[in-house]
Protein backbone atom coordinates (compact mmCIF):
# COMPACT_ATOMS: atom_id res chain seq x y z
CA UNK A 1 0.00 0.00 0.00
CA UNK A 2 1.46 3.35 -0.69
CA UNK A 3 0.47 6.81 1.04
CA UNK A 4 1.27 10.51 0.05
CA UNK A 5 4.24 12.01 0.92
CA UNK A 6 2.64 14.72 3.71
CA UNK A 7 1.12 11.23 5.31
CA UNK A 8 4.81 9.44 5.44
CA UNK A 9 6.15 12.57 7.01
CA UNK A 10 3.61 13.16 9.35
CA UNK A 11 4.29 8.99 10.57
CA UNK A 12 8.02 9.85 9.98
CA UNK A 13 8.30 12.55 12.06
CA UNK A 14 6.79 10.57 15.27
CA UNK A 15 9.92 8.43 15.01
CA UNK A 16 12.21 11.57 15.23
CA UNK A 17 13.16 11.90 11.32
CA UNK A 18 13.65 15.85 10.90
CA UNK A 19 10.95 16.96 8.06
CA UNK A 20 9.97 20.50 7.44
CA UNK A 21 6.88 22.00 8.74
CA UNK A 22 3.51 21.74 6.34
CA UNK A 23 -0.25 21.47 5.50
CA UNK A 24 -2.03 19.57 3.03
CA UNK A 25 -4.90 21.94 1.08
CA UNK A 26 -7.57 20.93 -1.13
CA UNK A 27 -8.47 24.49 -2.27
CA UNK A 28 -6.53 27.49 -2.96
CA UNK A 29 -7.78 28.87 -0.21
CA UNK A 30 -7.06 26.44 2.53
CA UNK A 31 -3.83 26.64 0.66
CA UNK A 32 -3.20 30.59 1.55
CA UNK A 33 -4.19 29.97 5.40
CA UNK A 34 -1.41 27.01 5.47
CA UNK A 35 1.09 29.27 4.11
CA UNK A 36 0.11 32.06 6.47
CA UNK A 37 0.39 29.80 9.23
CA UNK A 38 4.01 28.51 8.30
CA UNK A 39 4.86 32.06 7.81
CA UNK A 40 7.47 33.14 4.86
CA UNK A 41 9.05 34.45 2.68
CA UNK A 42 9.32 31.32 0.61
CA UNK A 43 7.02 28.29 0.79
CA UNK A 44 7.02 25.15 -1.66
CA UNK A 45 3.97 23.92 -3.40
CA UNK A 46 3.78 19.82 -3.97
CA UNK A 47 1.72 18.12 -6.02
CA UNK A 48 0.46 15.09 -3.91
CA UNK A 49 0.03 12.01 -6.45
CA UNK A 50 1.21 8.29 -5.73
CA UNK A 51 4.09 8.66 -8.21
CA UNK A 52 7.49 9.62 -8.08
CA UNK A 53 9.16 12.51 -10.80
CA UNK A 54 6.39 15.27 -9.63
CA UNK A 55 9.16 17.83 -10.03
CA UNK A 56 10.32 17.27 -13.62
CA UNK A 57 6.75 15.92 -14.64
CA UNK A 58 4.23 17.93 -16.87
CA UNK A 59 0.42 18.95 -16.51
CA UNK A 60 -1.43 17.91 -19.75
CA UNK A 61 -2.72 20.74 -21.42
CA UNK A 62 -0.38 23.39 -20.02
CA UNK A 63 1.40 24.99 -22.16
CA UNK A 64 3.61 26.75 -19.44
CA UNK A 65 6.04 23.72 -18.77
CA UNK A 66 5.98 23.94 -15.12
CA UNK A 67 5.78 20.66 -12.74
CA UNK A 68 4.07 19.47 -9.86
CA UNK A 69 6.58 20.95 -7.30
CA UNK A 70 7.27 24.96 -7.19
CA UNK A 71 9.16 26.92 -5.01
CA UNK A 72 6.60 29.96 -4.54
CA UNK A 73 7.78 33.88 -2.84
CA UNK A 74 4.02 35.12 -2.06
CA UNK A 75 0.66 33.76 -0.97
CA UNK A 76 -0.66 35.35 -3.89
CA UNK A 77 2.04 33.13 -6.15
CA UNK A 78 0.68 30.22 -3.54
CA UNK A 79 -3.04 30.82 -4.31
CA UNK A 80 -2.47 30.61 -7.88
CA UNK A 81 -0.29 27.75 -8.53
CA UNK A 82 -2.72 25.87 -6.77
CA UNK A 83 -5.09 26.42 -8.71
CA UNK A 84 -3.53 25.70 -11.61
CA UNK A 85 -2.80 21.88 -10.20
CA UNK A 86 -5.95 21.02 -8.57
CA UNK A 87 -7.90 19.20 -10.58
CA UNK A 88 -5.35 18.80 -13.42
CA UNK A 89 -3.38 15.71 -14.84
CA UNK A 90 -0.05 15.49 -14.34
CA UNK A 91 2.23 13.31 -16.20
CA UNK A 92 5.56 11.80 -14.94
CA UNK A 93 7.84 9.18 -15.73
CA UNK A 94 6.14 6.82 -13.08
CA UNK A 95 2.62 7.62 -13.64
CA UNK A 96 2.94 6.71 -17.85
CA UNK A 97 1.29 8.84 -20.77
CA UNK A 98 -2.29 8.67 -18.91
CA UNK A 99 -1.04 10.55 -15.78
CA UNK A 100 -2.93 11.38 -12.69
CA UNK A 101 -5.19 13.77 -11.59
CA UNK A 102 -3.70 16.46 -8.57
CA UNK A 103 -6.61 16.34 -5.81
CA UNK A 104 -4.48 18.04 -3.35
CA UNK A 105 -1.10 19.83 -2.60
CA UNK A 106 1.21 19.88 0.06
CA UNK A 107 2.45 23.74 1.21
CA UNK A 108 5.42 23.44 2.90
CA UNK A 109 8.26 25.75 4.28
CA UNK A 110 10.96 26.94 2.17
CA UNK A 111 14.52 25.03 2.86
CA UNK A 112 18.40 27.07 2.35
CA UNK A 113 19.74 23.40 0.05
CA UNK A 114 23.45 23.18 0.70
CA UNK A 115 23.58 19.46 -0.34
CA UNK A 116 21.52 16.56 -1.67
CA UNK A 117 21.84 13.23 -0.85
CA UNK A 118 19.96 9.80 -1.25
CA UNK A 119 18.83 7.60 1.57
CA UNK A 120 16.44 4.19 1.48
CA UNK A 121 15.44 1.14 3.35
CA UNK A 122 14.02 -1.93 1.59
CA UNK A 123 14.01 -5.61 1.74
CA UNK A 124 16.66 -6.90 -0.42
CA UNK A 125 15.83 -10.75 -0.96
CA UNK A 126 18.59 -11.55 -1.98
CA UNK A 127 20.44 -11.36 2.31
CA UNK A 128 17.29 -12.15 3.70
CA UNK A 129 17.81 -8.61 5.64
CA UNK A 130 16.21 -4.90 5.56
CA UNK A 131 18.82 -3.14 3.52
CA UNK A 132 19.78 0.74 3.55
CA UNK A 133 21.07 2.15 0.58
CA UNK A 134 22.48 5.49 0.29
CA UNK A 135 24.24 7.91 -2.28
CA UNK A 136 26.22 11.35 -2.49
CA UNK A 137 23.75 11.82 -5.92
CA UNK A 138 20.55 12.80 -4.02
CA UNK A 139 17.74 14.26 -6.12
CA UNK A 140 18.45 11.90 -8.83
CA UNK A 141 16.77 8.27 -9.64
CA UNK A 142 18.61 5.87 -8.12
CA UNK A 143 18.30 3.47 -11.08
CA UNK A 144 19.67 6.29 -13.03
CA UNK A 145 23.04 6.56 -10.32
CA UNK A 146 23.49 3.01 -10.22
CA UNK A 147 23.40 2.34 -14.24
CA UNK A 148 25.82 5.49 -14.66
CA UNK A 149 27.84 5.81 -11.14
CA UNK A 150 27.39 2.46 -9.34
CA UNK A 151 30.42 3.03 -6.92
CA UNK A 152 28.48 6.32 -5.54
CA UNK A 153 25.95 3.66 -4.07
CA UNK A 154 26.36 1.95 -0.76
CA UNK A 155 24.43 -1.15 0.62
CA UNK A 156 24.62 -2.04 4.42
CA UNK A 157 22.55 -5.11 5.43
CA UNK A 158 21.02 -4.89 9.03
CA UNK A 159 20.78 -8.61 10.48
CA UNK A 160 17.43 -8.64 11.71
CA UNK A 161 18.69 -11.23 14.96
CA UNK A 162 20.65 -7.77 15.83
CA UNK A 163 19.34 -4.43 14.45
CA UNK A 164 20.23 -1.59 13.94
CA UNK A 165 23.54 -0.51 15.16
CA UNK A 166 25.15 3.27 15.60
CA UNK A 167 28.01 1.74 13.39
CA UNK A 168 25.71 1.77 10.85
CA UNK A 169 24.69 4.89 10.90
CA UNK A 170 28.31 6.25 11.27
CA UNK A 171 29.47 4.13 8.25
CA UNK A 172 26.61 5.39 6.05
CA UNK A 173 27.18 8.81 7.36
CA UNK A 174 30.80 8.86 6.54
CA UNK A 175 30.23 7.53 3.10
CA UNK A 176 27.75 10.66 2.66
CA UNK A 177 30.67 12.72 3.65
CA UNK A 178 28.61 14.23 6.90
CA UNK A 179 30.98 15.37 9.47
CA UNK A 180 31.46 16.57 13.06
CA UNK A 181 27.73 17.10 14.78
CA UNK A 182 26.30 15.85 11.42
CA UNK A 183 27.75 12.38 11.67
CA UNK A 184 25.51 12.06 15.21
CA UNK A 185 22.28 13.67 13.89
CA UNK A 186 22.94 11.44 10.53
CA UNK A 187 23.19 7.94 13.39
CA UNK A 188 19.62 9.61 15.05
CA UNK A 189 17.94 10.06 11.58
CA UNK A 190 19.16 6.67 10.46
CA UNK A 191 18.13 5.02 13.66
CA UNK A 192 14.40 6.53 13.55
CA UNK A 193 13.87 5.81 9.76
CA UNK A 194 14.77 1.94 10.87
CA UNK A 195 12.58 1.76 13.83
CA UNK A 196 9.48 3.06 11.75
CA UNK A 197 10.27 0.82 9.09
CA UNK A 198 10.13 -2.34 11.55
CA UNK A 199 7.46 -1.39 13.19
CA UNK A 200 5.11 -0.31 10.29
CA UNK A 201 5.85 -2.98 8.56
CA UNK A 202 7.23 -0.98 5.79
CA UNK A 203 8.32 -2.40 2.50
CA UNK A 204 10.36 0.40 0.82
CA UNK A 205 10.93 3.99 3.20
CA UNK A 206 12.49 6.15 0.35
CA UNK A 207 14.10 9.58 1.36
CA UNK A 208 15.30 11.82 -1.71
CA UNK A 209 16.31 14.23 -1.35
CA UNK A 210 18.07 13.67 1.74
CA UNK A 211 19.11 17.48 2.49
CA UNK A 212 22.30 19.10 4.63
CA UNK A 213 20.70 22.86 4.81
CA UNK A 214 22.92 25.92 5.02
CA UNK A 215 23.09 25.46 9.03
CA UNK A 216 23.80 21.89 8.81
CA UNK A 217 20.85 20.03 9.94
CA UNK A 218 19.77 16.99 7.96
CA UNK A 219 16.41 17.21 7.02
CA UNK A 220 13.91 14.70 4.73
CA UNK A 221 12.99 16.92 2.03
CA UNK A 222 11.07 14.63 0.44
CA UNK A 223 9.63 11.02 1.57
CA UNK A 224 8.18 7.97 -0.09
CA UNK A 225 6.65 5.04 2.26
CA UNK A 226 5.40 1.75 0.94
CA UNK A 227 3.77 -0.87 2.97
CA UNK A 228 3.28 -4.57 3.02
CA UNK A 229 0.09 -5.28 2.30
CA UNK A 230 -0.18 -8.68 4.17
CA UNK A 231 0.71 -6.80 7.99
CA UNK A 232 -1.79 -3.79 7.23
CA UNK A 233 -4.05 -6.38 9.86
CA UNK A 234 -2.11 -4.85 12.41
CA UNK A 235 -1.78 -1.22 11.18
CA UNK A 236 -5.47 -0.22 11.21
CA UNK A 237 -5.04 3.49 11.26
CA UNK A 238 -2.65 3.23 8.33
CA UNK A 239 -4.92 1.40 6.68
CA UNK A 240 -6.97 4.35 6.99
CA UNK A 241 -4.52 6.75 4.84
CA UNK A 242 -5.40 4.78 1.92
CA UNK A 243 -6.22 6.80 -0.82
CA UNK A 244 -8.32 4.86 -3.27
CA UNK A 245 -8.81 7.45 -5.76
CA UNK A 246 -4.92 6.35 -6.54
CA UNK A 247 -5.47 3.23 -7.35
CA UNK A 248 -6.53 1.28 -10.15
CA UNK A 249 -10.23 0.29 -10.11
CA UNK A 250 -9.62 -3.41 -11.24
CA UNK A 251 -7.03 -4.02 -8.49
CA UNK A 252 -9.22 -2.60 -5.69
CA UNK A 253 -12.37 -4.77 -7.38
CA UNK A 254 -9.94 -7.59 -6.83
CA UNK A 255 -8.42 -7.20 -3.58
CA UNK A 256 -12.38 -6.90 -1.96
CA UNK A 257 -12.39 -10.13 -3.46
CA UNK A 258 -9.25 -11.97 -2.12
CA UNK A 259 -7.82 -11.82 -5.81
CA UNK A 260 -4.03 -10.96 -6.61
CA UNK A 261 -4.34 -9.04 -9.83
CA UNK A 262 -1.70 -6.09 -11.46
CA UNK A 263 -2.88 -4.76 -14.72
CA UNK A 264 -0.22 -5.05 -17.41
CA UNK A 265 -0.18 -3.47 -20.80
CA UNK A 266 -0.58 -6.94 -22.88
CA UNK A 267 -3.44 -8.17 -24.77
CA UNK A 268 -3.82 -11.74 -23.67
CA UNK A 269 -5.87 -11.89 -20.19
CA UNK A 270 -4.46 -14.54 -17.87
CA UNK A 271 -5.73 -16.64 -14.71
CA UNK A 272 -4.00 -18.94 -13.17
CA UNK A 273 -4.18 -20.42 -9.63
CA UNK A 274 -0.12 -19.90 -7.99
CA UNK A 275 2.02 -17.15 -8.23
CA UNK A 276 4.93 -19.01 -9.36
CA UNK A 277 2.61 -20.42 -12.05
CA UNK A 278 1.32 -17.39 -12.87
CA UNK A 279 4.52 -15.84 -13.50
CA UNK A 280 5.12 -18.81 -15.76
CA UNK A 281 2.33 -18.17 -18.23
CA UNK A 282 3.01 -14.68 -18.27
CA UNK A 283 6.69 -15.65 -19.43
CA UNK A 284 5.44 -18.18 -21.84
CA UNK A 285 2.46 -15.79 -23.41
CA UNK A 286 6.03 -13.41 -23.92
CA UNK A 287 7.91 -16.82 -25.74
CA UNK A 288 5.45 -17.00 -28.09
CA UNK A 289 5.33 -13.58 -29.37
CA UNK A 290 2.43 -12.26 -27.38
CA UNK A 291 1.92 -9.75 -24.01
CA UNK A 292 0.34 -10.66 -20.97
CA UNK A 293 -2.73 -8.24 -20.42
CA UNK A 294 -2.70 -8.78 -16.13
CA UNK A 295 -0.65 -11.29 -13.50
CA UNK A 296 -4.18 -12.72 -11.98
CA UNK A 297 -3.86 -15.48 -9.34
CA UNK A 298 -6.71 -16.80 -7.88
CA UNK A 299 -5.65 -18.79 -5.03
CA UNK A 300 -5.87 -22.37 -4.06
CA UNK A 301 -9.30 -22.40 -2.51
CA UNK A 302 -10.91 -19.92 -4.31
CA UNK A 303 -14.53 -20.11 -5.03
CA UNK A 304 -17.37 -20.83 -8.07
CA UNK A 305 -17.73 -17.22 -7.30
CA UNK A 306 -14.27 -15.71 -6.55
CA UNK A 307 -13.57 -17.48 -10.33
CA UNK A 308 -16.43 -15.61 -12.09
CA UNK A 309 -15.46 -12.40 -10.72
CA UNK A 310 -11.86 -13.38 -11.71
CA UNK A 311 -12.77 -13.63 -14.89
CA UNK A 312 -14.98 -10.17 -15.35
CA UNK A 313 -12.21 -8.47 -13.97
CA UNK A 314 -9.99 -9.80 -16.67
CA UNK A 315 -12.70 -8.55 -19.43
CA UNK A 316 -12.58 -5.59 -17.95
CA UNK A 317 -9.59 -4.04 -19.95
CA UNK A 318 -10.25 -3.50 -23.49
CA UNK A 319 -7.17 -4.32 -24.45
CA UNK A 320 -7.84 -7.78 -23.50
CA UNK A 321 -7.97 -9.78 -26.98
CA UNK A 322 -7.95 -13.60 -26.19
CA UNK A 323 -7.96 -15.21 -22.52
CA UNK A 324 -5.50 -17.95 -21.13
CA UNK A 325 -7.11 -20.06 -18.31
CA UNK A 326 -3.79 -22.59 -16.58
CA UNK A 327 -4.95 -24.11 -13.85
CA UNK A 328 -3.08 -26.70 -11.68
CA UNK A 329 -5.97 -28.04 -9.30
CA UNK A 330 -4.58 -29.38 -5.97
CA UNK A 331 -5.93 -27.57 -3.59
CA UNK A 332 -8.10 -26.01 -6.04
CA UNK A 333 -10.64 -28.41 -7.91
CA UNK A 334 -10.28 -28.40 -11.95
CA UNK A 335 -14.49 -28.64 -11.64
CA UNK A 336 -14.83 -25.22 -9.51
CA UNK A 337 -12.62 -23.60 -12.23
CA UNK A 338 -14.64 -24.55 -15.13
CA UNK A 339 -17.95 -24.13 -13.44
CA UNK A 340 -16.60 -20.30 -12.65
CA UNK A 341 -15.36 -19.88 -16.22
CA UNK A 342 -19.03 -21.11 -17.44
CA UNK A 343 -20.72 -18.90 -15.64
CA UNK A 344 -18.85 -15.17 -16.25
CA UNK A 345 -18.76 -16.55 -19.88
CA UNK A 346 -22.53 -16.97 -20.23
CA UNK A 347 -23.15 -13.60 -18.18
CA UNK A 348 -20.49 -11.38 -19.95
CA UNK A 349 -21.32 -12.69 -23.32
CA UNK A 350 -17.64 -13.73 -24.05
CA UNK A 351 -16.67 -12.13 -27.32
CA UNK A 352 -12.89 -13.13 -27.49
CA UNK A 353 -11.12 -16.05 -27.60
CA UNK A 354 -10.93 -18.63 -24.53
CA UNK A 355 -8.48 -21.18 -23.97
CA UNK A 356 -8.42 -23.36 -20.73
CA UNK A 357 -5.80 -25.69 -19.56
CA UNK A 358 -6.97 -27.76 -16.81
CA UNK A 359 -4.59 -30.49 -14.89
CA UNK A 360 -4.96 -32.15 -11.12
CA UNK A 361 -8.01 -32.39 -9.32
CA UNK A 362 -11.13 -33.66 -11.12
CA UNK A 363 -9.74 -32.31 -14.56
CA UNK A 364 -11.77 -34.96 -16.22
CA UNK A 365 -14.83 -33.38 -14.77
CA UNK A 366 -14.01 -30.03 -15.81
CA UNK A 367 -13.04 -30.82 -19.27
CA UNK A 368 -16.85 -32.21 -18.95
CA UNK A 369 -18.30 -29.15 -17.57
CA UNK A 370 -16.61 -27.55 -20.64
CA UNK A 371 -17.28 -29.37 -23.39
CA UNK A 372 -20.99 -29.51 -22.83
CA UNK A 373 -21.35 -26.15 -22.04
CA UNK A 374 -22.03 -25.07 -25.52
CA UNK A 375 -19.47 -21.84 -25.58
CA UNK A 376 -16.23 -21.79 -28.14
CA UNK A 377 -13.43 -22.78 -25.24
CA UNK A 378 -10.26 -24.38 -26.66
CA UNK A 379 -8.84 -26.84 -24.98
CA UNK A 380 -5.21 -27.20 -24.04
CA UNK A 381 -3.22 -29.96 -23.09
CA UNK A 382 -0.30 -28.38 -21.25
CA UNK A 383 1.00 -25.13 -20.86
CA UNK A 384 2.94 -24.68 -23.94
CA UNK A 385 0.17 -26.22 -26.08
CA UNK A 386 -2.08 -23.31 -24.04
CA UNK A 387 -0.11 -20.24 -24.83
CA UNK A 388 0.49 -21.49 -28.63
CA UNK A 389 -3.08 -21.46 -29.21
CA UNK A 390 -4.16 -18.61 -27.32
CA UNK A 391 -1.39 -16.56 -29.55
CA UNK A 392 -2.56 -18.14 -32.19
CA UNK A 393 -6.25 -17.75 -32.02
CA UNK A 394 -6.06 -13.86 -30.99
CA UNK A 395 -3.69 -13.81 -34.28
CA UNK A 396 -6.26 -14.51 -36.30
CA UNK A 397 -8.93 -13.15 -34.96
CA UNK A 398 -7.65 -9.40 -35.49
Known amino acids: MNIHEYQAKQLLAKYGVAVLKGGVAYTAAEAVQVAKELGGPIWVVKSQIHAGGRGKGKFKDDASGKGGVRVVKSVEDVSQNVEDMIGKVLVTAQTGPQGKEVKRVYIEQGCDIKRELYLSMLIDRATSCVTIVASTEGGMEIEEVAHNHPERILKVAIDPVQGFQQYHGRQIA ?107 TMDIIKLYGAEPANFLDVGGGATKERVTTAFKLILSDPNVEGILVNIFGGIMRCDVIAEGVVAAAREVSLNVPLVVRLEGTNVELGKKIMAQSGLPIIAADNLADAAEKVVKAVKEAA
Open 174 to 280: FSLGLEGKQVNTAVKFIGGLYKAFMELDCSVVEINPLVVTGAGDIIALDAKVNFDDNALFRHKDIEELRDESEEDPAELEAARHSLNYIKLDGQIGCMVNGAGLAMA
